[in-house]
């Protein structure tokens, strides 16, 4: 079957780090990718791997280990705009993407 | 680049009317376009994937005559909500990639559908 794991909520404090971790198990692997979703607005793109290893972009990175079925997104220097959904979600060999259920983060003062 | 529109951005229609909700690709030909529901803190739940000029392919559970899918063209693709009920209210999401396989899929703004 498919399942994409994530923590439901988060709570960190504006200027720290914080890690949301994904974990998956699906059928087929083209990638994962994550999304920023603000309430009430359509997902935004954030990042992609298909290999192993991290990505950086700016304020933001992401991990993956295909071989233990693991992501991280990794914000840094978190600003309260960062206040939003994470979606993990997974390219199947379809093109298909399975989403996780989504992260919910808070960022206090 | 890689803009996805999507309209009406809100639409309420009475219970028994059909709606029409247009995505379109507004700087890229989208060979394949993706259409999903999402709830209330709920996550996307892909409904159908639309090729150009083919029939769509629609998920298990979503019912091919009530969502009619068209993508008539590279940069469009429809999604009409037929007698439209209560429980259809929901946040539908397009999006559109430019091939298939690898490419990143981009999201339209989403239509947020009331049904009275």
């Known amino acids: 079957g498919q399942n994409i794991d994530q923590p439901t909520e988060m709570t960190a404090t504006e200027g720290a780090i914080v890690q949301i971790n994904c974990t998956y198990q699906?059928?087929?692997?083209?990638?994962l990718f994550w999304y920023q979703q603000h309430a009430g607005e359509a997902p935004t793109f954030l990042s992609y791997?298909?290999?192993?290893g991290l990505e950086e972009k700016g304020r933001f990175s992401s991990f993956l280990s295909r071989s233990k079925g693991y992501s991280y997104l990794l914000l840094k220097e978190l600003q309260m705009k960062d206040s939003a959904s994470y979606l993990c979600a997974v390219n199947s060999n379809t093109g298909k993407l399975i989403f996780g259920q989504g992260t919910t983060l808070q960022v206090k003062p | 680049g890689a803009v996805v529109s999507q309209h009406p951005s809100w639409v309420i229609c009475k219970s028994g009317t059909s709606v029409k909700i247009e995505c379109r690709s507004l700087d890229f030909q989208a060979t394949t376009m993706f259409w999903y529901r999402q709830f209330p803190k709920q996550s996307l739940m892909l409904m159908a994937t639309?090729?150009?000029?083919?029939?769509?392919?629609?998920e298990q559970g979503v019912e091919k005559d009530k969502f009619l899918i068209n993508h008539a063209s590279l940069t469009l693709s429809t999604l009409t909500v037929t007698s439209a009920h209560p429980e259809d209210s929901s946040f539908y999401i397009c999006?559109?990639?430019?091939?298939?396989?690898?490419?990143?899929?981009?999201f339209g703004p989403g239509t947020r559908l009331l049904v009275l």
């Open positions: 699906t059928s087929g692997f083209n990638g």
């Open positions: 639309s090729n150009e000029g083919s029939k769509a392919t629609y």
């Open positions: 791997n298909v290999l192993d």
């Open positions: 999006s559109a990639m430019a091939g298939t396989g690898q490419e990143t899929q981009y």
